[in-house]
């Protein structure tokens, strides 16, 4: 076997696929040279700087897995790599402790003001009472996101004897209590924390989670840390928040743009700022080398990969059947991930008819990368479901009964929260996904990519055409529309499908309309 290392990689991880393997390190190839020579290896291992493009991935005849020694995949053609059963991994946890450790020190700087009583004193200044810090002992630590790095906190602030409060309602009230963290609302958790730290990757979702609004929440002399991703902080919203007394400091290691030399964060004596160190130790280079090094080889042995981020192989014969499952499964997770309310504490699968009867590992694994998408630093697939879904916490219950009533087949999720179940089921007709139930209500939605607008509500007269007002006032076009009902005058289900998303504020319009009981705009 032969492995081709193109970035640099740490000497840890090249030892041991040496041990194992014929390795060739050839640094700066040029794309041209790069596909010249692949042909000759089964698998290549990059960094940031080597592009395995669709043209290079062809190029790899004998190719069976690329390696990122790292967590970010823009690099790699991931599409390119399953159509050729090319399997891609990446290192999503071997900066881990990196990141954690870097968030308690700048959570530690923020409390002393070390950066700055620093600057002072090698100017030539002894000056102890501008820099009256604060302890973390006994203070509340709002922790945002509870995946790897934000867990990692946890367990380091505990040493500080500091209360641990977190928002994530994407892991269980077990997992979190083992932690010794307290879930709450993001809002609770806004107005509540002396200290608030980010651990999420960056999404449509995720994208300026904390703006104006939040900040105006706060209490005037919480501090903010950010190690995860920049774009998760309204930059300019946290500058005047700064600036007005509202937020007594933050930490940023992360930005918008990447590299910055000059952003209005730096403007401020109150803001700690440093160039995206978070996994910038030699322990963690190691540590993403040698995580890299075990699943190369685990693929090239015929084994398992632990974070591959793309689909293994189906039998042709069951991929007729199965593919287009998979996608009506993340449709259901990405559908009920949108509709649900409160924290999770477990989730059902139920398969009824002709589907019961295969091996449905791939769909249920597709649920849990629609529950997850956007949450999580791991793109989930059948390698990895299951590892992520445990990491989480998540208790996932599967039924499989070979009859079903209305449908060939059917595939039903419920995720059963502290706040109630909600229940979406769909199946596969004239081979297009349909989403067929939500919660009570059975209907008909093709997925069409674009924005649908939910809203449960009391059925009366006029109710449709107040809705559609509001629209058209906003200029949203409605594209089409769906009722169902319990009953006349009863318990009702619109769904609007609508050419653009509809506006916060055209939501809350809706929401303060009479008998309307929720408001919820989803794209799928």
């Known amino acids: 076997m032969k492995i081709l290392v193109a970035d640099p990689v740490a000497r840890e991880g090249i030892e041991a696929l040496k041990a194992e393997a014929e390795v060739d390190v050839k640094l700066g190839l040029k794309p041209e040279e790069l596909q010249n020579i692949i042909g000759e290896y089964e698998a290549l291992v990059v960094r940031s700087e080597t592009r395995a493009t669709a043209e290079i991935i062809h190029a790899g005849k004998k190719l069976q897995v690329i390696a990122r020694a790292g967590v970010g995949l823009d690099n790699i053609d991931v599409d390119a790599a399953t159509r050729q059963g090319v399997v891609v991994v990446n290192a999503p946890t071997g900066n881990t402790i990196a990141a954690a450790e870097h968030t308690m020190a700048l959570m530690l700087a ?41 867990s990692e906190v946890a367990r380091r602030a505990q040493g500080f004897a500091m209360r641990l409060i977190g928002y994530d309602p994407f892991v269980s009230p077990d997992y979190a209590r083992n932690l010794g963290v307290e879930l709450v609302s993001l809002e609770q958790l806004l107005k509540d924390s ?121 039998p042709a014969e069951m991929l007729a059947v199965l593919a287009p499952f998979m996608q009506v499964a993340s449709t259901l997770g990405s559908l009920a991930r949108q509709l649900m309310e409160g924290q999770m504490n477990r989730i059902q699968i139920k398969y009824s008819g002709e589907i019961a009867n295969y091996d449905t590992t791939a769909i249920k694994a597709s649920i849990i990368g629609g529950l997850l998408e956007g949450i999580s630093e791991e793109r989930v697939n059948l390698v990895n479901a299951t590892i ?66 939910f809203s449960d509500h009391r059925d009366r007269p006029g109710l449709i055409g107040a809705v559609g007002t509001i629209t058209g006032k906003a200029d949203i076009n409605i594209s089409s529309m769906q009722l169902a009902r319990l009953q006349p005058r009863g318990q009702a289900l619109m769904i609007l499908a609508l050419d653009e998303a509809l506006p916060e504020e055209q939501i809350q319009e809706i929401l303060a309309l009479s008998d309307v009981h929720t408001a919820k705009l989803v794209k799928l």
């Open 194 to 314: 002396d200290f608030i730290t980010l651990h999420l990757p960056l999404t449509s979702q995720t994208k300026r989670l904390i703006g104006a609004k939040e900040l105006n929440r706060v209490k005037p002399t919480v501090r903010i840390i950010n190690c995860a991703r920049g774009g998760l902080i309204d930059e300019e919203a946290l500058l005047k928040a700064i600036e007005a007394g509202k937020v007594a400091g933050a930490a940023i290691d992360v930005f918008v743009k990447e590299p910055v030399t000059d952003s209005i964060l730096f403007q401020s004596d109150r803001v700690i700022v440093t160039p995206h160190l978070g996994a910038s130790t030699a322990e963690a280079q190691a540590s993403v080398a040698l995580e890299v090094a075990e699943q190369v080889m685990a693929v090239l042995k015929g084994q398992p990969a632990k974070y591959a981020v793309n689909a293994p192989h189906i």
């Open 110 to 150: 923020l409390a002393r003001h070390v950066p700055q009583a620093n600057v002072k004193l090698k100017s030539g200044v002894w000056q102890r009472s501008d820099y009256m810090g604060t302890e973390l002992k006994n203070k509340i630590l709002g922790i945002i996101g509870l995946g790897n790095v934000g």
């Open 388 to 453: 992520i879904a445990a990491q989480r916490g998540m208790k996932i219950i599967e039924q499989k009964e070979t009859t079903c009533e209305n449908y060939a087949s059917l595939v039903t999720l419920e995720v059963i929260t502290d706040a109630g179940t909600t229940t979406v089921a769909g199946t596969v007709l004239r081979g297009e996904t349909h989403i067929v139930r939500v919660n009570d209500f059975w209907l008909d939605i093709t997925p069409t990519g674009g924005y649908f607008l």
